[in-house]
C-alpha cells in the first residue's frame, strides 16, 4: 500500500522506445486520490502504451512509475492485486452467465465462497446488473457487458480503477450511466479512476482534471478551466436566452446591447428563436461582471431576458489549441476531426 499522503499513481520521466519511435517520451504525471484522471489523445499518441508500463505489462526504456507505493516493472502481480482494469477490448466466456465469469475472476483472485459470492453480488449491484447475473453474457448488449467489465475489475476491490475506453461504441443512454456509475465509484469506494477516452464531451463532463497526450508527451494538464486558461487565450463564454417571441420583436436592440457591454469580445447571435446568444469575454475573470451587466441591461430594455450562465469552452477546442502550439497542426489536427479521433 501507499505511505500516507503518497499519490496513488506517479511517472517520473517515464518513456517508452520500439527501436527509433518513442511511443511515451519522459512522462511526468502524479494522480490523487479519489479523482477521475482522463487521459486524451490522438491514435498512437502514448496513452495506452502508458497504461500498459503502469500495469507492469510492459517495462518502461527510461524512468520509473509507482502505482500503490510500488514498482510495476518489480512487482507487476502486486499492482495487479491492488488495480482494476477493464481493457478496451473486453471479453467474456459466452456461454458463462454474468455471476459465472465474475466467479471465475473471483477465483483467480483467490476469492472463494461466502466471501467471494459476496464479492460477486456487490459488484452487480454497483453495475446495476443484478437482475442480469444470471444470464448467459453473449446475450448481453455492447453496454452491459462494459458493465461486467467494471464489475469484473471491482472483485477484486481495487484501489485505482484503469479503463481504456470504457464507453466506446454504447449508445447515449448507457454512456450516461457509466459516467455516473464512475462518479459513484469514486464518491462511495475512494477510488482512483484513471480514464482513456476520445469523446471529448465525455472526459469533459466526468473527468476531475484532463491530461492531453501528443506525440509520446503530455502537453496539457490540469482541470477544464485551467487548460481552458492555459489555451484558450483567457477567453471565458457567457450564453444569454430571451423569451423567442419577445426576442424576435427585440432582436434590432438584443445584439448592441450584448457588443456594447465591457469585456464582450464578440457576440454570436441566437440561431433559433429561443436559442441562446454566445458571447465571448476577456479576460474570462470578467463573465461575472458580463452576467450582471446582461442582468441589469435586460431589465432595463425590457428584453425578456429567461436565461444566463457562463459556459466553458469545448474540450474539443482546448484539445485543438493545444495541438496547434505543441506544432502538430498539419496532421494532428486534421485527423482529430470534430472530436478527435484518438485511442
Not at 62 to 85: E, I, S
Request: proline content about 5%.
Amino acid at each position: 500500500m501507499t505511505e500516507i499522503g503518497e499519490p496513488p499513481i506517479v511517472a517520473a520521466g517515464l518513456t517508452k522506445r520500439y527501436g527509433e519511435l518513442v511511443a511515451v517520451d519522459s512522462l511526468d504525471l502524479e494522480l490523487r486520490r479519489g479523482e477521475i484522471f482522463g487521459l486524451l489523445g490522438q491514435n498512437g499518441a502514448g496513452k495506452t502504451t502508458t497504461i500498459l508500463m503502469l500495469l507492469g505489462l510492459t517495462e518502461p526504456t527510461a524512468g520509473t512509475a509507482r502505482v500503490m507505493g510500488l514498482d510495476p516493472a518489480r512487482d507487476a502481480l502486486r499492482v495487479k492485486r491492488q488495480v482494476g482494469y477493464l481493457p478496451d477490448s473486453v471479453g467474456f466466456y459466452g456461454d458463462l452467465t454474468g455471476r459465472q465469469n465474475l466467479r471465475y475472476t473471483a477465483r483467480l483472485n483467490g476469492l472463494r465462497g461466502e466471501e467471494a459470492e459476496g464479492r460477486i453480488d456487490e459488484a452487480l449491484g454497483q453495475v446495476g446488473l443484478s437482475h442480469r447475473g444470471d444470464g448467459r453474457a453473449d446475450t448481453y448488449s455492447r453496454g452491459m457487458l462494459q458493465r461486467l467489465g467494471i464489475a469484473d475489475a471491482l472483485i477484486k476491490d481495487p484501489d485505482i480503477l484503469i479503463l481504456d475506453e470504457p464507453t466506446a461504441a454504447i449508445d447515449p443512454i448507457g454512456v450516461v450511466e457509466i459516467l455516473q456509475l464512475l462518479r459513484d465509484l469514486v464518491r462511495e469506494r475512494g477510488v482512483t479512476v484513471l480514464l482513456s477516452s476520445h469523446l471529448l464531451t465525455q472526459v469533459q463532463s466526468v473527468c476531475d482534471r484532463v491530461g492531453i497526450f501528443a506525440a509520446g508527451r503530455l502537453i496539457g494538464l490540469g482541470t477544464v478551466s485551467e487548460l481552458a486558461t492555459r489555451f484558450g487565450n483567457d477567453t471565458g463564454q457567457v450564453e444569454v436566452t430571451f423569451d423567442g417571441e419577445q426576442a424576435t420583436e427585440a432582436a434590432e436592440r438584443i445584439g448592441p446591447f450584448l457588443a456594447g457591454i465591457p469585456q464582450v469580445e464578440h457576440v454570436e447571435p441566437a440561431s433559433a428563436p429561443g436559442a441562446p446568444w454566445r458571447l465571448q469575454v476577456r479576460p474570462a475573470s470578467a463573465g461575472r461582471l458580463v452576467r450582471e451587466a446582461v442582468l441589469a441591461g435586460a431589465a432595463r430594455d425590457g428584453l425578456g431576458l429567461t436565461a444566463i450562465r457562463s459556459s466553458e469552452p469545448s474540450l474539443d477546442d482546448i484539445y485543438r489549441a493545444a495541438l496547434l502550439e505543441a506544432g502538430l497542426h498539419r496532421d494532428a489536427v486534421e485527423s482529430a476531426g470534430p472530436v478527435g479521433a484518438v485511442a
